[in-house]
């Protein structure tokens, strides 16, 4: 396995899936404008591989980006060079500054291992934004929304070959653990097995408000149509 290839496969599927990050960006953005019209700066917390951030950046310019994983933070320096990538952990960072306006999409909350870890996490985001600025965060399920035993599949086929995904998530006490299996398919490198496991925290949605209430940005919580796990958004009390 070549480095980054795993992120290389995430945007493969997802680009397949038709995900609309400018879509997604352009509504967090009017979500955020209602909330503090003059925000200008942006970072974007668990930025993978820069695919909203390069469209959060049209509305605020001041863009920053923040991600654990090497792999994900060169391919998105390769795809937005002029934007500062930050290594770190969402839970524990400290950037030195502030911004108007923090992201946090696709569920990446779900990877802090309990409601006292996403409690850290929520106060290192509120540390980072100005008084008045506007945290917005995609959930992952809510324990009463998830299906147990939940198989998915994808297969893709590109210019660059083919890549069949299988994914298994079942319970397991108060998180979602996810079993991937690749075949990935290329003139070059013929066909390869990779594996993956993720483990995602379940939180209702009275810990997420809870969580955010702590951290001294008050939320509420919306569902427009384009996420269809809706989204927390906070605003920093003064």
Sequence with gaps: MYEGEFADIYDRIHAHRGKDY?????????LVRARHPEAASVLDVASGTGSHLRHLRTDFPDAAGLEQSP???????????????????????DL??????ITLMFSSIGYVDDYPDLVRALAALGRHLTPGGVLVIEPWVFPDSFADDYLATDLVRDDEGAVTRFSHSVRDGGAVVMS????????????????????LALFTREQYLAAFAAARCPAEFVQPAAFGRGLFIGVKEH
């Excluded at 030195?96 to 306006?101: A, K, N, P, S, Y």
């Excluded at 991937?180 to 483990?199: C, F, K, M, N, S």
């Design 22 to 30: 400018a879509g997604e960006a352009r509504l967090v953005a009017e």
């Design 71 to 93: 792999e994900m933070i060169a391919v998105a320096k390769r795809r937005i060079p002029e934007i500062t990538m930050h290594q770190g952990d969402m839970r524990d960072f």
């Design 96 to 101: 030195g500054r502030t911004f108007d306006v």
């Design 180 to 199: 991937v299996q690749y075949l990935v398919a290329t003139p070059e490198h013929g066909i390869r097995h990779l594996t993956d496991r993720h483990r």
